[in-house]
């Protein structure tokens, strides 16, 4: 399924680096932002923005934000004006709405009694309403409808109220995290520190890295410990090239304190009693990349395990396995391997799609996709296929691919679907459509195999993808190396909110 | 002199329309306002910025905002955006600072408890730094180093915070004029009202006319009532067009209300006793359109009786009397009908000059004023010409234009300024050069004439500028009959700190 | 009257140079051509392009061509690219047709048998339908409408077609003078060398002047002649800085050959016999800048003149004059002066006009002109105003300025036009309206001060126009030396077939 | 291998259509163009056009042309520009050379004394420079280097030179073919026609198919036949969606033209006796879709069946099989099953890479591989990894993939090319780096994998390609019906030239 057409998307991708050692520093710390910005375009395509700090007393802090991919956003003289940063933090924005302005721009910076922080913030809070009341009740005003300005004002808002040059900001993050549950995975820059936290039910991904020897000074490579945290973890290109080590995730309600000296980890605030975390399960199925690591296990995995679930559950009679190329092919795989059918390729992706103006309310309309896809029919023609898909949202993204497929000589498509039904809204950051628009709560739904076209389709079962993902789980592996001095505490919890309309806490209106 | 080239240019420009009568209007608002900054575009070419309120309760409010001139920041698609406006604020930025980003643009729209209010603000508070402290004390974070934001965030800190759908905004705006003596010409928008307010110096202008009737639903005439308030006032444009009728200024200190009901004087904060008001004096000498109107005078003519002071006050021995076009043009008749001596025009200028990107640090350099300026040769060759210009800021402008003249066959250059030399910073909002570029603060300035290579160099005293403008100042005619009822306290002043370095208030830093 | 509302316009701008004495040059070449187009851009804003050479054998040409202005079309990588050279010309472009793209851009190179060579034209071949079908005729395909390119092949297919380093392109141009008789001033670049040629008629300008001593290396300053061959002659920008010594006009029929020793009179190609020369006397009215000088004479002079005479023609009863800025001035000064009416500004402009985005077909369309023009009312206000404008081409420019002036106190208006009115169409180089768009073949025209709301409308004759043109002609004089050796040859003659009708030569179609 | 990096690419891509049934036609013309544009954008990014034909008689052609991808290139206001044709060509154009201009891009229209013809060309005439000569000595000259040009040059020399209604399109095609042997595939639209050009020794691909009931008016399915040639056959989105059926290849050397009234074979031009076919084989390894039939098989079969060859010639003793994705991967699925080692996929890719304005000459270059591909860790840490690639050209893209896969655990990593080094540079068409910049001619690959930091390297042997490409050949399957009567005559080549150095025409220069 493609995102454009999907319909859904995560609000943004954050991330953040320190150099280590001496400053100023060796290391292009711009540049390797704005690599960061670009493994994380997938989360959000509407802007992007990055601010540096030169660490100094006081910092002077740079910005630059723009609309659009990071490639139209971050000119030349853009990285030239963010060059004498020894830190800093970038943030990438999906289109959640019709108001995509500059100014909605992340990361914030913000002058305060204290000094400037700079805070970029993925997420959405579940309780924003009545915290933009009590802000304002302070006699605050509110330039824009973001979370991020409001984290800000509740952070500058905390008393004690005397201007200080070193004021207690993870006092002021520890009130914040108590009167907000979820969700949110911060990165809070002030003057030479970065703190990276996760919101008590780690709804959303964070972890942390360490930047590669390539980056190193080779003249004083002892010396240089550089570190990162990003979100999501996008580390193993990081692991290789961009980070020596990938070093693990920031555990839910961790406050992680990275600065030229090291990660240090300076708190944990707790859930309410009994509750478990709630990772956000659909990180699994669709939004992280697939070579991402959570909680000890690469999402590819993951999702190969959710295709061998979807062959057990739904066993299908037919000739070949194959995917909708090219987020659902380790599904496919999976359920290819399980089946004992052969994995055979019947779509290619055209690399050059773009944005064409063809009118709308034409007949050319419905082509769409013939722009997108192109058949290998003689691997297909005259045979039973069994086309994995990792989702259906709308379903009107797979209805012309199973008409172009039956078209160009397939006998039979009989779609399986590598996660179950959306049926719920979300509250905790990502856009989904209204409940209207989703396919399984209309009453198309009823024949759904008769209303895309497909001979068959079935969806793997919430309790068949909970136990995909948590089968894997392995907190205590040589990966997540740092947490094992928590690894007592360790629990394991997912949300699956969309899928259930059970939501990790309660929701305020 | 031209503005790209003095280094001088004042913040902004503001402008605000209500439609009068039945709503929704008749009347293109959005258009109106584009029109307005059009008119408006010599006061700021950075930035311009466009807020709408349809007037409801809870009013929705529809904003756009952009780069650069008017014709580049205002697409079709933005005036369809703001469409069902029924009153609207709206704002041009000079770019006096690095600094030019899209987040400092203005109107600021703030969310408040009392709901949302719209700003536009010219000018510069001289006491920013001590209310910024202030707030930030409050434990409001500040995301620009704009004043129209610390002004935004001042009026939503007025006690009593209590969520009411009638807030006492007059109560909050007078809390700020007494928190803050100059200077400002601000407007605030709230749901169906806009306050227009002038600082109790008067420094900045600002006035209120009356839309003509082109405007007016022909169907309805007696009706159709619509009021607007500009700064500065480029009134004669409106006059006879757009405006049925140019009303009159904001008086310092004043409070004016304006709905679709019509005009309505609130309140006016009074001085500290003794103090005079202290309009810009360079509002007539410089930064104003010729047609503008302030305390009763057209500009073009003050300029003219400059000119006629300087020809009393540096009479020349020479054959013709000449201009640097266009800004000189009123002070050049002006001298040239007191001295007797013919005005003939010397220079052409190219109306296509833009930008080139010649590489700097070439001979062609100094060929800058060759591509805007033409000489006109054989109205002058041999003769003995007074060039008069409205300011000499550093000096480095009129060096070329000598030049070129001498070169062209002049036999003899004679400078004469229309203005006093300018010494001093102004913290009033007007960007000056540092007083180390100020041609006046030079050693050079000793033999400017050998300096920019002309005969003679000669200035308008300030006693001399003072008096060209205040002679003709007549609160009391027509034009400003509604000002009838203040008469007999408006008094006379006029801020000249940048040539005498007397401001008309103790600066805090 | 603006260029962009009149309907007319030229089509075209060239500009050549060459760098005198050793090469390569200390003299940027490319920027030199680069202030050309910015002292041309008047005469055509669609596009604008240079090519260099860097002279050599085989000789290396660089190209670049862009849409808009010159600031839009030539980027600071644009003037990297084209700095080997060591000549060049240059090109702006007029929009004359719908079809405005960039494969109409001049100068043209070609490849032909002989070597390659770049062609710049300013004009318009009468008769260009025949000449395409000869050469297409000769087999020939033409991928454009252009007349550059037309002009391009034929001299590439004048024999003798033979191989040659040196090939005789003296004798093709000639040739090319034979086959058409006008219009075309043009610049032909071969090699090392530029002859800049004009038409037997003499119907466009185009003129030959040095470049000042700026550019020459201060070590070796007597080796440094530098020349360079432009159309208008703006060269009094040119004389003072760019060009040392305004040199002389190419005479008509002249072909002038200007290499880095100089410049050489190399033929004369005669018309008809009893034919007389052709230059387009809008060029004194309309086109050219009012520092150009034709024949001996100034631009701006032949303007006053105008004026005078349009003062005897049609004298007013009235209070003062005023002028509509900026092209009418030079008029309107010498009706003041002729009248003894004091000469008074009525209007002024607005610098940021633009391009705004408000939607046609509503009430705001009438502004157009308050976008542009404040009324200087207490200059008027009461008072018989005589304006001057250089011409009425549609009649809907001048018809809203009338009304603003009455609306803000305008006693009576008298329109007073400094040139005939507009009647037949050009086949010279001008863009006209077609003949049903002129305001002087319209019904409406018997009563021109009804429909354009002025008191009364007064024409200058063609008589008087012609005469003021040709009074002040001077071919001997000290600024046209280098014609001394024909001076006894010269006759005197203008096109005023946009007047009259009586076209130069009998129009083939 | 990627495009962008390996330095090789294909110059073009041509496509055409002509709506069948009753003008003006009931289908957008022009939006099936596009369509077609963006299906061969892989062939050609920097620039686009699309020329279409109302077909009246006299013609009016419309075109419009932009740089860079379709979707740049075509705005809303372009295809409205478009609309009324009923036929049409485009054109897709790769960056061969640094100059990348305008002027440059196809389709070429040109006025003839017959009319005006638009033109599309892929391929590169082998004996261009004695053609260039050739037109020139007939006094032509040639505003480009494009062979485009050259060609619609040489169709208009032809004789006889007569102005003729309709003239003989035909003959002076096959004149064409007889000055040149290759390599073209050609697309001539004149008024109502286009003919579909193939040389005779077949290099460049060109096929025929018909559109899909999709576009025909549902009321008169019968009458609506619509036709289109496009190059190469990226025909399964057509064949299903836009074209209702694939058709058939244009043969070696023939001329078919296509009408409103269907498709019409009018001749064919031998090839000197002996000489075989030479289509062009690296369509088959790189430049065509996957989904492309040639020469009656699917491009996706040939290559799985180059990955089986390469088994079989360079068998490895390892783990797991694996492709850089996405080109290599049918090579890597059909290694993987003729070894019976299984295919796991290792690296995945980022959808959004673009260009990033990081700084050159810096430690972070190495890393622009690590933005394009994630490493899947847990998928090969520990093992052996047979990484399958199409091509390598400089052996600079694999290399830091390699990097990469051995940073992140891969034990070791085997190398094998799909096909066999590239030693010589092609004159047909197809831009290759420099002999010197091939990594199989210099000194280093006499240790590649050294070089590139692989365990082992092996390339496909010439012969095994070539049986792989022919084995599978068929021409007289029921895809290519209509070839049927020409059946006996059909000879098998290909042309292999950049392997071997072996051209299929003696080379001119």
């Not at 910076?109 to 009341?133: P, Y």
């Not at 969700?183 to 972890?207: E, T």
């Not at 004992?340 to 034409?362: A, D, M, S, W």
Request: glycine share 8%.
């Amino acid at each position: 399924m493609e995102f454009e057409e999907s319909g859904i998307g995560e609000e943004c991708g954050v991330f953040g680096c320190v150099a280590a050692g001496e400053w100023p520093t060796q290391l292009e710390v711009a540049q390797v932002l704005t690599l960061g910005l670009v493994a994380l375009q997938h989360r959000g395509q509407e802007s992007a923005g990055i601010v540096t700090s030169n660490g100094a007393s006081p910092p002077t802090y740079t910005a630059h934000k723009g609309m659009g991919l990071v490639s139209t956003a971050f000119s030349p003289e853009a990285l030239t004006k963010l060059r004498y940063g020894n830190l800093g933090i970038c943030h990438t924005r999906y289109s959640t709405t019709g108001i995509s302005e500059l100014q909605n721009c992340q990361p914030f910076v913000v002058d305060t009694l204290h000094g400037k922080i700079a805070v970029a913030h993925n997420g959405e809070l579940v309780n924003a309403h009545a915290l933009r009341k009590k802000v304002m009740r302070h006699g605050v005003g509110l330039s824009t409808s973001s979370d991020s300005e409001l984290i800000t004002q509740l952070l500058a808002l905390t008393p004690p109220m005397e201007e200080l040059d070193s004021p207690d900001w993870v006092a002021r993050i520890k009130n914040l995290m108590t009167e907000t549950p979820t969700s949110y995975s911060l990165l809070v820059m002030f003057k030479d520190v970065i703190y990276a936290v996760r919101d008590p039910y780690g709804n959303r991904p964070l972890c942390i890295g360490q930047l590669s020897r390539l980056f190193s000074n080779p003249k004083r490579v002892s010396q240089t410990l550089k570190w990162c945290s990003l979100s999501p973890s996008v580390h193993y290109i990081f692991l290789s090239l961009l980070i020596n080590r990938y070093y693990r995730e920031v555990l839910p309600g961790e406050i992680v304190q990275i600065s030229r000296h090291g990660v240090k980890s300076l708190s944990v605030v707790s859930r309410p009693e009994g509750d478990l975390p709630a990772f956000c399960i659909f990180e699994y199925v669709y939004f992280a990349r697939p070579d991402s690591i959570f909680e000890g296990q690469m999402v590819y995995t993951v999702r190969q395990r959710c295709g061998r679930q979807l062959a057990i559950e739904s066993p299908t009679n037919a000739d070949i396995v194959s995917t909708v190329p090219e987020s659902a092919t380790p599904a496919a795989l999976g359920y290819a391997e399980q089946s004992g059918l052969p994995y055979i390729e019947v779509l290619c992706k055209n690399r050059y799609v773009g944005r064409t103006f063809i009118q709308p309310n034409t007949r050319l309309r419905q082509l769409g996709v013939a722009k997108k896809f192109g058949a290998l029919t003689d691997n297909f023609a005259g045979k039973r296929v069994v086309l994995i898909d990792d989702s259906i949202v709308r379903g009107n993204t797979i209805s012309p691919i199973i008409k172009l497929l039956k078209e160009a000589g397939a006998k039979e498509v009989h779609i399986r679907v590598a996660s179950p039904p959306i049926r719920f809204p979300c509250y905790m950051g990502i856009n989904i459509p209204t409940k209207e628009e989703l396919i399984a709560n209309k009453p198309e739904f009823q024949d759904i195999a008769g209303y895309i076209g497909a001979d068959s389709v079935k969806y793997l079962t919430v309790e068949g993808l909970v136990s995909a993902v948590q089968e894997g789980i392995a907190f205590h592996n040589e990966k997540d190396k740092m947490n094992s001095n928590n690894k007592s505490d360790r629990k394991v919890g997912h949300c699956t909110a969309c899928l259930t309309g059970k939501y990790p806490v309660e929701l305020e209106w």
